[in-house]
């Protein structure tokens, strides 16, 4: 690689393996100006990760992109933490009562040591426990809970009920939260990279590692009063939080209070402060804006987000692999179909599987019907918006037919999973292939109707000319992608640039557009429903006949290791981290949402335009909550 | 002149009226967070046609609106914003708690930001199942609410109260 010969050069103390750079963290402003110079412009996420039991440190992980030479670099660097990874060790604990009671008829014959099918020494731990022994919950981790143990065992001992208490005292309860270390800090990007203003406040929040230098280092989805960081391994999933609204609303007054007086000192004109959600029509769900405003004029705007911040990341970390993917459909639940993709190709990419390919093709057809359907949607809502209802009938009424077809393949219509790691659960029937051909012997003409609609409208043309204007090099430092990103005259869809799936059999075009605002975007999304149908009436053709999944073991356990998969969603990049340790569940899963950082671009984008304005550009970035706040 | 009044008048009692009244045109609030919200717009659209209760006008304030239908989880960040919102409503007011989420919290349950029903903040009237509830759940749980409209007594107890 020609820039690791130049980053060897330049830096002194760096370690560069296949793509990865590991780095001390002092240095990493310094790496990141100059990868951010030869070109690796998009960064494309900051995820941290806790490995404070092991090694006594937190880990932060750059995923840095180079549009020009369509390469993917992954930079880490690591925060040491004072006082960690000795907390709870050798500290001995009692053994429950309940657990007592049950393992005390415990000979130890090994019987059920000798019939557990994932090898894990049961008679050591139940025998242990009568023993009063302290025993490591992780031995039984990888237990599937098949109860062949429990069948064979003399004495009728409970083995599975002695192990879920023993899971359950592990993970849940206050003995866990001991963080008694000093916060962690690393160097921030931000003054190189916009996109890591958001990035960095997510990894403050949830994992509590402090960015020195970063402008604005506030919660991002929790309430300021939470105390703790979920995402840290010692906070337990279950540890709820109540929130205090009036003191929210104290710290809110606070802050904009006193960037109000300095704003008003500065420009001498009467500013106020303006309330927009998160119960508000055109907010698409439960997203928060602040303005402040002069007269009509917005001023600078503070999104407020996590209304919907249901923790799905650390879910993710509580369960298997396969348990995980019906929770990917909730994350953007207009486009599940993509979601699923984005999961299950990180976790085949680990397991380093072959996909047979049937159930490629069936995968492709139904993310390019979930791409029409999400553009369906967001044509539903955009325009009604701005006062026209009429679209919405129409879309909704076409959606419509795509749903029938998901629950014809697998009988759901919204929250789909439709994907299995190794392949698809359903196959291609005759009624789902019928409806499917009729949608696509109508649906041009429908376009074309919405077309006629809104495309010379005096009225839209009006509301999105010009308005929400993004330039090239904003959207590029902001780390906006999909739509948005090619509404600049950035030609990159990660179906072209780095083909997943079978999507280098179709032909296939990627609308760029230079308005570089909300009307670009409208007419890049109603091409790319023409070039969706393309595609499926292509794969249609072409789908070969054969097996739809590959052989795949009931339960999961990828090799150790970590994979980053990137899919084209509607809304732009979506990629999904995943590390493992090579047990049943993810070590630590992060998911790099799009509209997330498309979100980011808002206060660039509806700088010193009228409130009106910022209803139509926050549409055209077609937000989705539950991937916003995940 | 008997039969003139025979095609005229109904006789009926005040609550029956009313009742009448008030489930032949529940205003919605357009008050949704989760995925069942897009159910929820299915539900109004072409194929379900909310109109034919009388209730396609979702509301943006809950100032003008008589029913809630909580689509989707509710945060403990939201919580407070449900409760407030609630309360804005004019009475009489109803609420559905529309999904697996709103009843219980769903699969969601046990995170730590999640609430475990949305019952834990403001009374429910009916509760639809489903993750997400089809829109023929959603208008099935509706029908029950207007049944559950048209057996109240509310004027009755009311002047019991007085006497």
Same mark, same amino acid.
Request: charge should be neutral.
């Given at each position: 690689?020609?820039?690791?010969?130049?980053?060897?050069?330049?830096?002194?103390?760096?370690?560069?393996?296949?793509?990865?750079?590991?780095?001390?963290?002092?240095?990493?402003?310094?790496?990141?100006?100059?990868?951010?110079?030869?070109?690796?412009?998009?960064?494309?996420?900051?995820?941290?990760?806790?490995?404070?039991?092991?090694?006594?440190?937190?880990?932060?992980?750059?995923?840095?992109?180079?549009?020009?030479?369509?390469?993917?670099?992954?930079?880490?660097?690591?925060?040491?933490?004072?006082?960690?990874?000795?907390?709870?060790?050798?500290?001995?604990?009692?053994?429950?009562?309940?657990?007592?009671?049950?393992?005390?008829?415990?000979?130890?014959?090994?019987?059920?040591?000798?019939?557990?099918?994932?090898?894990?020494?049961?008679?050591?731990?139940?025998?242990?426990?009568?023993?009063?022994?302290?025993?490591?919950?992780?031995?039984?981790?990888?237990?599937?809970?098949?109860?062949?143990?429990?069948?064979?065992?003399?004495?009728?001992?409970?083995?599975?009920?002695?192990?879920?208490?023993?899971?359950?005292?592990?993970?849940?309860?206050?003995?866990?939260?001991?963080?008694?270390?000093?916060?962690?800090?690393?160097?921030?990007?931000?003054?190189?990279?916009?996109?890591?203003?958001?990035?960095?406040?997510?990894?403050?929040?949830?994992?509590?590692?402090?960015?020195?230098?970063?402008?604005?280092?506030?919660?991002?989805?929790?309430?300021?009063?939470?105390?703790?960081?979920?995402?840290?391994?010692?906070?337990?999933?279950?540890?709820?939080?109540?929130?205090?609204?009036?003191?929210?609303?104290?710290?809110?007054?606070?802050?904009?209070?006193?960037?109000?007086?300095?704003?008003?000192?500065?420009?001498?004109?009467?500013?106020?402060?303006?309330?927009?959600?998160?119960?508000?029509?055109?907010?698409?769900?439960?997203?928060?804006?602040?303005?402040?405003?002069?007269?009509?004029?917005?001023?600078?705007?503070?999104?407020?987000?996590?209304?919907?911040?249901?923790?799905?990341?650390?879910?993710?970390?509580?369960?298997?692999?396969?348990?995980?993917?019906?929770?990917?459909?909730?994350?953007?639940?207009?486009?599940?179909?993509?979601?699923?993709?984005?999961?299950?190709?990180?976790?085949?990419?680990?397991?380093?599987?072959?996909?047979?390919?049937?159930?490629?093709?069936?995968?492709?057809?139904?993310?390019?019907?979930?791409?029409?359907?999400?553009?369906?949607?967001?044509?539903?809502?955009?325009?009604?918006?701005?006062?026209?209802?009429?679209?919405?009938?129409?879309?909704?009424?076409?959606?419509?037919?795509?749903?029938?077809?998901?629950?014809?393949?697998?009988?759901?219509?919204?929250?789909?999973?439709?994907?299995?790691?190794?392949?698809?659960?359903?196959?291609?029937?005759?009624?789902?292939?019928?409806?499917?051909?009729?949608?696509?012997?109508?649906?041009?003409?429908?376009?074309?109707?919405?077309?006629?609609?809104?495309?010379?409208?005096?009225?839209?043309?009006?509301?999105?000319?010009?308005?929400?204007?993004?330039?090239?090099?904003?959207?590029?430092?902001?780390?906006?992608?999909?739509?948005?990103?090619?509404?600049?005259?950035?030609?990159?869809?990660?179906?072209?640039?780095?083909?997943?799936?079978?999507?280098?059999?179709?032909?296939?075009?990627?609308?760029?557009?230079?308005?570089?605002?909300?009307?670009?975007?409208?007419?890049?999304?109603?091409?790319?429903?023409?070039?969706?149908?393309?595609?499926?009436?292509?794969?249609?053709?072409?789908?070969?006949?054969?097996?739809?999944?590959?052989?795949?073991?009931?339960?999961?356990?990828?090799?150790?290791?970590?994979?980053?998969?990137?899919?084209?969603?509607?809304?732009?990049?979506?990629?999904?981290?995943?590390?493992?340790?090579?047990?049943?569940?993810?070590?630590?899963?992060?998911?790099?949402?799009?509209?997330?950082?498309?979100?980011?671009?808002?206060?660039?984008?509806?700088?010193?335009?009228?409130?009106?304005?910022?209803?139509?550009?926050?549409?055209?970035?077609?937000?989705?909550?539950?991937?916003?706040?995940? | 002149?008997? &039969?003139? $009044?025979? =095609?005229?008048?109904?006789?009926?009692?005040?609550?029956?009226?009313?009742?009448?009244?008030?489930? @032949?045109?529940?205003?919605?609030?357009?008050?949704?967070?989760?995925?069942?919200?897009?159910?929820?717009?299915?539900?109004?659209?072409?194929?379900?046609?909310?109109?034919?209760?009388?209730?396609?006008?979702?509301?943006?304030?809950?100032?003008?609106?008589?029913?809630?239908?909580?689509?989707?989880?509710?945060?403990?960040?939201?919580?407070?914003?449900? &409760?407030? $919102?609630? =309360?804005?409503?004019?009475?009489?007011?109803?609420?559905?708690?529309?999904?697996?989420?709103?009843? @219980?919290?769903?699969?969601?349950?046990?995170?730590?930001?999640?609430?475990?029903?949305?019952?834990?903040?403001?009374?429910?009237?009916?509760?639809?199942?489903?993750?997400?509830?089809?829109?023929?759940?959603?208008?099935?749980?509706?029908?029950?609410?207007?049944?559950?409209?048209?057996?109240?007594?509310?004027?009755?107890?009311?002047?019991?109260?007085? &006497?």
């Amino acid at each position: 690689m020609e820039i690791a010969k130049k980053i060897k050069e330049n830096f002194k103390a760096v370690k560069i393996s296949d793509g990865e750079i590991r780095i001390k963290k002092n240095a990493l402003p310094d790496l990141c100006r100059f990868l951010h110079e030869s070109g690796y412009t998009h960064l494309s996420l900051i995820t941290g990760v806790d490995y404070t039991d092991e090694r006594g440190e937190f880990e932060v992980v750059y995923h840095l992109y180079s549009y020009s030479k369509k390469d993917l670099i992954t930079v880490k660097t690591a925060a040491k933490v004072k006082g960690a990874g000795s907390k709870t060790r050798g500290k001995k604990t009692e053994i429950p009562e309940e657990i007592k009671k049950k393992v005390k008829d415990c000979i130890g014959c090994k019987i059920c040591t000798k019939k557990c099918p994932q090898e894990i020494d049961v008679k050591e731990v139940i025998f242990g426990l009568k023993e009063g022994k302290d025993v490591d919950p992780g031995v039984i981790e990888n237990c599937s809970e098949c109860g062949s143990c429990e069948e064979k065992c003399p004495k009728k001992i409970e083995i599975l009920g002695v192990f879920e208490m023993l899971k359950l005292g592990s993970s849940g309860g206050d003995s866990g939260g001991s963080d008694d270390y000093e916060m962690p800090s690393i160097p921030s990007i931000t003054h190189i990279y916009n996109s890591a203003d958001w990035h960095e406040r997510e990894v403050y929040d949830l994992m509590g590692i402090e960015f020195e230098g970063h402008p604005n280092l506030r919660r991002m989805f929790l309430s300021e009063t939470f105390e703790g960081y979920p995402l840290r391994k010692s906070y337990p999933l279950t540890k709820k939080q109540e929130v205090n609204i009036n003191a929210e609303f104290e710290e809110d007054e606070h802050l904009l209070d006193n960037r109000l007086n300095t704003l008003q000192k500065q420009s001498g004109t009467g500013l106020f402060h303006l309330n927009m959600g998160p119960q508000h029509p055109s907010t698409h769900g439960v997203l928060r804006l602040r303005l402040l405003v002069d007269g009509e004029i917005i001023r600078e705007i503070y999104p407020v987000l996590g209304y919907l911040h249901r923790g799905i990341e650390k879910i993710a970390e509580n369960l298997n692999y396969t348990q995980f993917i019906p929770y990917t459909d909730r994350l953007d639940y207009v486009a599940s179909m993509i979601n699923n993709a984005a999961y299950v190709y990180a976790v085949e990419d680990l397991m380093e599987l072959e996909i047979p390919l049937r159930a490629e093709y069936l995968r492709v057809i139904v993310m390019e019907l979930q791409r029409i359907a999400s553009h369906l949607i967001w044509f539903a809502s955009w325009p009604m918006d701005l006062g026209a209802t009429t679209p919405y009938f129409y879309t909704l009424r076409d959606r419509e037919r795509i749903l029938w077809i998901f629950e014809d393949l697998c009988g759901a219509r919204l929250t789909l999973n439709y994907f299995r790691v190794g392949g698809v659960t359903g196959d291609m029937n005759d009624a789902a292939e019928k409806k499917l051909k009729d949608f696509l012997g109508i649906m041009p003409e429908m376009i074309e109707e919405y077309e006629q609609l809104l495309t010379e409208n005096e009225i839209i043309i009006g509301r999105s000319k010009g308005v929400g204007y993004l330039s090239k090099k904003d959207a590029i430092n902001y780390g906006v992608t999909g739509p948005i990103l090619r509404s600049a005259g950035v030609k990159y869809d990660i179906r072209k640039a780095h083909t997943y799936s079978v999507y280098d059999k179709f032909k296939f075009k990627i609308p760029v557009e230079k308005g570089c605002d909300v009307y670009a975007r409208y007419k890049i999304r109603m091409e790319e429903m023409r070039q969706s149908l393309s595609i499926i009436s292509q794969a249609l053709d072409g789908i070969p006949e054969g097996e739809i999944k590959a052989r795949v073991p009931r339960l999961i356990t990828p090799l150790k290791g970590e994979s980053y998969s990137r899919v084209e969603s509607p809304k732009g990049e979506l990629g999904v981290y995943m590390i493992s340790d090579g047990s049943q569940r993810p070590y630590r899963l992060h998911i790099r949402s799009p509209c997330f950082c498309n979100l980011s671009s808002i206060s660039r984008m509806c700088e010193n335009s009228v409130v009106a304005d910022l209803i139509s550009a926050t549409a055209s970035i077609d937000i989705v909550l539950g991937e916003i706040d995940r | 002149m008997n &039969k003139k $009044l025979d =095609d005229s008048i109904i006789l009926t009692t005040i609550d029956k009226f009313l009742n009448w009244g008030r489930l @032949s045109s529940l205003w919605p609030l357009t008050f949704s967070t989760a995925c069942c919200a897009i159910e929820m717009m299915v539900a109004g659209s072409a194929h379900h046609d909310l109109s034919r209760f009388g209730m396609e006008v979702f509301r943006a304030t809950p100032r003008q609106a008589d029913l809630m239908i909580v689509a989707g989880t509710i945060t403990y960040k939201m919580a407070p914003r449900v &409760k407030r $919102l609630y =309360d804005q409503m004019a009475e009489p007011k109803y609420v559905i708690a529309m999904g697996a989420c709103a009843i @219980s919290g769903g699969p969601f349950n046990m995170s730590y930001g999640v609430v475990e029903g949305v019952d834990k903040v403001i009374p429910v009237d009916v509760y639809v199942p489903g993750c997400p509830p089809k829109p023929e759940a959603l208008l099935h749980g509706i029908m029950k609410l207007r049944k559950k409209i048209e057996n109240e007594r509310k004027l009755t107890e009311k002047i019991k109260e007085w &006497k």
